[in-house]
């Protein structure tokens, strides 16, 4: 897929930190999630990481994960200290991200947020992490994640249900 790559919030910052980032575009499908950019891209799923958006006793946080995972929903709640931790419904991560479900970055957020990754995205070489629009991931290594958002580490993966 070719095509003029989009100027998103989580690229300008991503290029206003001065990190080393390649975008990658692949055609976008509905409900396709990491196995289809990982496929349409010819990378290991492990390597796309999610940005995902939940609730913790009512306050929005984001969370990155592995594609080929899920984030355990209690383990979440256990590490944050809170009651109970659930996804955001996608019209509320909206408001909260300024990004459509499908094009979600953890950079250029519309406001600040928590951000907690899971601990092991940070052994891998490189990731492919949404780059602000459906369509798009940006290629970076885990040491830009750390750099540009400081996430906290949690570990909450659990394996994902066969697809």
């Not at 690229?11 to 289809?36: D, F, I, K, M, N």
């Not at 953890?106 to 947020?113: A, D, K, N, Q």
């Amino acid at each position: 897929m070719a095509g003029k790559i989009p100027s998103t919030p989580a690229l300008r910052l991503l290029r206003q930190a001065g990190v080393e980032h390649e975008v990658h575009a692949y055609a976008y499908e509905p409900r396709g999630g990491t196995s289809h950019s990982s496929r349409a891209l010819g990378v290991d799923e492990h390597l796309v990481i999610k940005t995902l958006i939940f609730e913790a006793d009512g306050k929005a946080v984001v969370v990155l994960m592995h594609g080929d995972r899920k984030v355990s929903a209690k383990q979440l709640a256990r590490e944050l200290g809170v009651k109970a931790a659930r996804p955001c419904k996608p019209e509320v991560a909206e408001r909260h991200t300024g990004y459509r479900v499908g094009g979600t970055s953890p950079f250029g957020l519309r406001r600040p947020l928590p951000i907690y990754a899971e601990a092991t995205i940070f052994e891998l070489d490189r990731v492919y992490i949404n780059a602000g629009a459906r369509g798009y991931l940006v290629c970076i290594a885990p040491a830009v994640i750390e750099k540009v958002l400081s996430p906290s580490r949690v570990r909450v993966a659990e394996p994902s249900a066969p697809s």
